[in-house]
Every structure is written in C-alpha cells, then in structure tokens.
C-alpha cells in the first residue's frame, strides 16, 4: 500500500544503512588501531589478559635495565680483579727475586711500594653506580650484594622478584680467610684480602703480614716491607703469605666471572620471554589487517549499494504524484 505519510521502504533501508554504517566504523577502528580487542568492551577476558601482560612486560622491561646496571658493575669488578691478580703475580716475583745474594732489597721495596699503591688505587676505583664490591670502608653495608635477576606472577596474582646473591661472608676478627672485599680502608684490615692477618697465619708465616696496613690494624699487623735486613725465612713467610692471597682472590675472580656469567643468561632469557609475551598478546588482541581490510571494502560496498536503496526508497511516494497529473 502506498502511502505519503509513511515510506516503509525508507525505513527499511535506512535501518540497514545504519547498521552497516556501525560496521563500518568498527571495521575502520580496527584498521587503523591494529587491534581487534581495543577495549574491555570489545572482550573483558581477553583485554584483561592482556593489560596484565602488558604490566609484566613493563616490569620485566626494568628487570632487563636492572641487569644491565648489574652486569655493568660485575664487568667493573671483573676488570680490577683481573688487574689486581697480575700485580699480585708481579708482587710475588720481586719477592723471588729479592731472594738472590748481593740484590738491593730497598730497590725491590721501592717497585712494591710502586705496586701496593696500584693495589689501592684499582680498589678504589672498582666502582659503578656508587657500588664498590672490593674496597670496603667503615660503615658501609657489609652484607651480601643482591641483583635483580627476574620477575614472577603466580597463579593467584601474586608478585615476586628474583635475585642472584654475592655472599660476603663477613669473617669474624683476624681468624678467616674467606673474605670476598681485597681491602678494608676503614677497620682493622680482617675484611679485605690484602689488609687481613689470616692469610699469613694460614700459610704458617711466623709474622703476621699485610700488604695494605688497615688504619687501626692491630699491633699484631705488620705491613710487608723490604731491607737489606730481611731474612730468606721472612722472604719465605712473605712469598707464602702472598700466595695465599692470590689463591683468595682468585676465587672471588671464579665467583664473579660465574655471576656475570649468569646474567648474561639471564638477561637473554629476559629478552625471549618478553618478546614471547608480546607475541602472546598480539595473539589476543591484535587484528587479521587482511581480514579486518577486506570486510571494511565489503562493507563500503553494501553502504553504496544501501544508499541506492534508500534513494530509490525515497522516490517512490513521487510516483504518487502521477496519479494527480492532468
């Protein structure tokens, strides 16, 4: 039935003009977004999985800084540790041959004097960031270091960062040999390598040496120093006592290296995880662009054939007008 006052047609069209023109716009969102899944509205489970996702990765994006801060301070460590050893290795030459007759000890104890002052000097400059882990000063924290190694999400929601440990085994007074810092510049020398008693007494020697006197070391210290009075049995207990630093510091040389070893691991399983953690999110969220491109010309193509309709909807109560045509 024809009618002026109502175009059912019209209508019609128009409400599927309109609902392709809410596909359409959709479509173009996810388009030019990229994303299928922009907002919990579009998909609460998947758009929560994913803001979650996105906030570890952050967090595991400052793990990844946090070990390369780690493995900046480790390769600083490393260096004087190395440096240290070679000096340590020169040390125990001038010392042999100081042990030949007729040779100038005050000479040779010039060049060690030379070398201890290298010792310091690499000490204090071990440091990254404000992190020394081989020159310890009165006061300072003595405890274990910690790195960041890792960041965990549990099943129930529940945050945890992992950590790799450098144990200082703070030794008690005078009597351990296990120390992890070369010096102490600000006790009485037991926590630093070069400055403690117990690598002499552990090698036996009748005089308890150091190679860096602590500022309030015990009388009991004495500070290794060469004269033309020195005896081949204090050269002895010299050479030992050194050795037995050596071999100390050389330990802490292998626990380093192993530690920069393990960040670097670390590190690398950092990067794979949240490059997997990307890759699970755009599987989630991400839109088909082939997919997504070919529907939105689908649908340009029934909006032209929509408006045709609606046109020609609209004409039709003209025809009406024929009908009163003289």
Not at 266 to 275: G, V
Request: proline share 2%; charged share 20%.
């Amino acid at each position: 039935m024809g009618s002026i006052i109502t175009n059912g047609a019209a209508i019609s069209a128009l409400q599927v003009l309109r609902n392709i023109s809410g596909q359409m716009g959709a479509a173009q969102e996810e388009v030019s977004s990229g994303l299928r899944v922009k907002t919990a509205a579009d998909n609460a489970a998947y758009w929560s999985i994913s803001t979650t996702m996105r906030s570890d990765n952050m967090a595991m994006s400052a793990v990844r800084d946090a070990l390369g801060l780690s493995a900046a301070v480790l390769d600083t460590t490393y260096a004087a540790v190395e440096t240290s050893i070679d000096i340590m290795a020169q040390i125990t030459a001038k010392l042999v041959a100081a042990q030949e007759h007729g040779v100038d000890k005050t000479k040779i104890n010039e060049e060690l004097d030379q070398f201890k002052q290298q010792l310091q000097s690499t000490m204090d400059s071990a440091s990254f960031n404000g992190q020394n882990w081989l020159s310890w000063n009165s006061g300072e924290d003595s405890r274990d270091k910690q790195i960041v190694s890792s960041f965990m999400r549990s099943s129930d929601g529940n945050i945890s960062l992992g950590t790799i440990s450098y144990e200082i085994n703070t030794p008690p007074p005078r009597t351990d040999t296990n120390v992890q810092y070369f010096v102490d510049n600000g006790g009485s020398g037991e926590y630093g390598i070069l400055s403690s008693e117990a690598f002499a007494v552990q090698a036996g020697s009748a005089i308890n040496y150091v190679l860096i006197l602590g500022s309030t070391a015990p009388a009991s210290a004495v500070e290794l120093v060469l004269s033309n009075a020195t005896s081949s049995e204090e050269l002895d207990d010299m050479i030992s006592t050194v050795e037995a630093m050596t071999k100390q510091m050389v330990s802490v040389a292998s626990q380093i290296g192993s530690m920069i070893s393990r960040v670097e691991m670390q590190a690398e399983f950092a990067l794979k995880l949240s490059d997997s953690i990307d890759s699970g999110i755009g599987r989630l969220v991400d839109a088909d662009m082939n997919e997504a491109s070919t529907r939105l010309k689908a649908l340009q193509t029934q909006e032209q054939l929509a408006v045709q309709s609606l046109s020609m909807a609209n004409s039709q109560p003209e025809s009406l007008l024929t009908l009163f045509r003289q």
